[in-house]
């Protein structure tokens, strides 16, 4: 199988700080699709963002900056200046078939 | 509108009840999903539907049903469930089930067997 792997089990902040999700992927496809989702404790899966294999240009959005660097098949998520609402289980993801999702990191900001 | 919207939020259960968990997306996608998520773990693909056809079914025992009545709804049947079974249910769509294609969640039925 294709694996996800996020290292980070859990993750605690304090407010404001800047923190660094992991994400190292599998993949034997040439084209595959890279995924960030957030999941708050109300349970529903919020996407925050995708990546094709070919675009390996950094983003940012907001407070939110993604790093994808195919050389390392790595995908990292970074939240500058957390804050308390941030707080919740981050999953990565890829996709050449089906979505297969690396086993999450819980993120908790603390005020 | 770009929600998901499963009903029930929280659902109990015996072993021997028969009782279906119904997803509604008013978005046009036509392609539908069924995950399974127990607590501290990542959600498992269970079924695909693609244009109310049931396409993937990743070797689900049959006392889950899927159903896909439209292209609006979803129903997953239960029937002789197991204390196992317990978990978050999410629904999925997304525009056609192609491999770029983001998914758009519902909130889930959190489900527990007696």
């Known amino acids: 199988a294709q694996k996800v792997t996020q290292a980070q089990t859990e993750i605690s902040v304090v407010e404001k700080e800047d923190v660094t999700l992991d994400c190292v992927y599998e993949t034997r496809d040439t084209t595959y699709y890279l995924f960030w989702y957030k999941q708050p404790p109300s349970g529903e899966l919020v996407f925050l963002i995708r990546r094709n294999s070919f675009d390996e240009q950094n983003e940012i959005s907001g407070r939110y900056s993604w790093n994808f660097q195919k050389s390392t098949s790595s995908f990292n998520f970074t939240i500058t200046a957390s804050q308390v609402v941030d707080s919740a289980v981050y999953f990565c993801a890829r996709r050449g078939g089906q979505l297969t999702f690396g086993s999450g990191t819980q993120l908790t900001v603390l005020p | 509108d770009t929600e998901v919207t499963q009903t029930p939020k929280h659902l109990v259960m015996g072993m021997t009840n028969k009782k279906s968990l119904k997803c509604e997306q008013h978005?046009?996608?036509?392609?539908m999903y069924w995950y399974k998520q127990k607590a501290k773990k990542p959600p498992e693909l269970m079924f695909v539907?693609?244009?109310?056809?049931?396409?993937i079914n990743e070797s689900v025992p049959s006392r889950f049903s899927p159903e896909c009545p439209n292209s609006s709804l979803l129903n997953l049947h239960l029937h002789a469930l197991q204390p196992e079974d317990s978990a978050l249910y999410l629904c999925?769509?997304?525009?056609?089930?192609?491999?770029?294609?983001?998914?758009?969640f519902g909130s889930g039925t959190q489900l527990s067997v007696l």
């Open positions: 999925a769509s997304s525009q056609a089930g192609g491999t770029n294609e983001k998914l758009f």
């Open positions: 539907y693609s244009y109310e056809k049931l396409s």
């Open positions: 978005m046009g996608h036509r392609a």
